[in-house]
């Protein structure tokens, strides 16, 4: 049985290069969960990881086991947006709305997620269960770009998208920032974070 790797098979979404390009983004499924808080410290963060994950797993294991079909689990991805969007570049981040996420192949159905979800209550029973959901999401036009460094330095990179690139090329922004987290932080030093940043645009 081969197993499906999207970082690979789908290359323009998951390893754009370290330079801002345009791009237009297919509809694609994800497992969702929303939230607030700073990522480092709000419990909300850590709860909403621990459901997804466990879910994500548990669907990759029915999908091999009952569907013939096995895949490598896609990485972690994450809408944010504030009240005062100023707060991304002050770094404010306990004033941050989130969703975070993990993409879903389109073969796996509200029953199989279902199952999965129940699954999962039976064995671990995450506190934030509750709140994951599925749902396809629709970006379309949009500017990326691979950031290599830790989080905190991506307001410069930000801030030249936003200021620079995205006005210049004609588009004004729509829709919330996105990040994608190629690497764990656990195991990947600062420095050599990989992370694609995503800015959906409409042209003027």
């Known amino acids: 049985m081969s197993k499906v ?3 690979k098979t789908m290359k323009e979404f998951y390893n754009p290069p370290k330079k801002f390009m345009s791009v237009v983004v297919p509809e694609m499924q994800f497992i969702m969960v929303d939230g607030h808080g700073d990522p480092n410290t709000a ?3 850590k709860d909403a990881l621990e ?3 466990a879910v994500a797993y548990k669907m990759k294991f029915i999908s091999k086991k009952t569907l013939e079909k096995d895949y490598v689990v896609p990485p972690l991805e994450g809408l944010w ?15 941050w709305d989130w969703t975070m996420m993990i993409m879903t ?11 999965a979800v129940e699954k999962v209550r039976k064995k671990k029973n995450p506190a934030a269960l509750g709140l994951v ?22 307001t410069p990179v930000l801030a030249k998208m936003h200021s620079e690139f995205i006005p210049s090329n004609g588009f004004v922004e ?6 994608i987290y190629l690497s764990d932080p656990r195991r990947v030093a600062p420095e050599k974070l990989k992370t694609v940043l995503r800015q959906p645009v409409e042209k003027k």
């Open 51 to 53: 459901a997804l994950y």
């Open 5 to 7: 790797d999207f970082k």
């Open 81 to 95: 947006w504030a009240e005062d969007m100023d707060t991304f570049l002050t770094r404010d981040k306990s004033a």
């Open 43 to 45: 419990q909300e963060y």
């Open 174 to 179: 729509r829709g919330k920032h996105h990040e």
């Open 105 to 115: 192949p389109d073969w796996i159905t509200s029953e199989t997620f279902a199952d």
């Open 133 to 154: 959901r599925i749902e396809s999401y629709t970006e379309g036009l949009s500017v990326q770009i691979m950031h290599v460094g830790s989080y905190d330095d991506e």
